[in-house]
């Protein structure tokens, strides 16, 4: 698949083995762009992990990608009339845990080309490659409840439907959860100067979600936070009681919040563009 976003006239096209660099350092090893992709890559080492993992599997010259239907893989983005500079990567790929004949998608975008409309207009693409090249029931997406709202809003306009929720225990397995934890205290840890009260937010609601799922009870969950924070961030009543307010949100708010694409939704989206 190849195509022009309309919005932006960015290049969408197959991901390939040179296209690691790019990914490692735009997408994760930013740890903005990558903090809602299930990874730990507070390091050096862990963003090549990760990197290597999608590219090796997902990339259309990846050494572990044999026999990928059509429809199943890795999409970067570029931007031709900056001399190809990288914007972004999109994938589909088989998820554990999801009904047979369906699949998954994610997405992400390099810090510079936020607020673009990258998001939602490869998205429009990706649908279109899938339910075209396939016969897959549905698509699915997945994103951190009560995180990122405008990615909720961008799922309701291509005509995704909340569905069942899928545990990131059942998704990834108790390995990759001790990794977001992992990562998410690091996030506390690295927390400086006045401008931490939105990245103390995310990490308390997302420590709070991983308690939800029991990979640690909320009182132990609360402690690793406040032992985590550097001493140079007071931890006062009133900070305590807005960490111990986040946790309960994800406690109450689990991951993942799960939407549903079926073929029906995505003609009804399509028809109602064209009377649009």
């Not at 400086?192 to 420590?207: A, C, H, K, P, Y």
Request: proline content about 3%; hydrophobic content about 40%; some cysteine.
């Amino acid at each position: 698949m190849k195509a022009i976003l309309k919005r932006s006239g960015y290049r969408i096209q197959p991901c390939m083995v040179g296209d690691r660099p790019d990914v490692a350092e735009y997408i994760f090893g930013d740890t903005e762009v990558a903090k809602t992709l299930v990874h730990n890559v507070s390091s050096r080492e862990g963003a090549l992990a990760a990197t290597n993992a999608w590219i090796d599997t997902l990339a259309i010259d990846g050494k572990k990608n044999i026999g990928t239907a059509e429809h199943i893989g890795l999409w970067t983005i570029r931007d031709e009339s900056r001399d190809n500079q990288f914007v972004g990567i999109r994938g589909v790929f088989v998820a554990p845990g999801l009904p047979a004949n369906s699949v998954a998608t994610f997405v992400a975008v390099a810090r510079a080309y936020w607020g673009q409309g990258v998001s939602s207009d490869s998205s429009r693409i990706l649908c279109e490659h899938v339910f075209e090249t396939s016969d897959a029931d549905a698509i699915y997406t997945r994103v951190w409840p009560n995180l990122n709202p405008a990615s909720d809003a961008v799922q309701r306009r291509l005509g995704f439907v909340r569905a069942k929720r899928h545990t990131l225990r059942n998704t990834f397995g108790e390995a990759r959860m001790k990794e977001v934890l992992e990562f998410d205290l690091w996030r506390a840890s690295q927390l400086r100067g006045e401008d931490f009260d939105e990245t103390l937010r995310q990490v308390s609601i997302r420590i709070g979600q991983l308690a939800a799922e029991n990979l640690l009870d909320s009182e132990a969950a609360f402690q690793r936070i406040i032992n985590t924070l550097p001493d140079a961030l007071a931890c006062t009543e009133d900070l305590q009681t807005k960490i111990m307010d986040d946790l309960k949100s994800g406690l109450e708010n689990p991951a993942w919040a799960t939407y549903r694409l079926s073929r029906d939704n995505w003609s009804a989206s399509l028809r109602g563009t064209s009377s649009g």
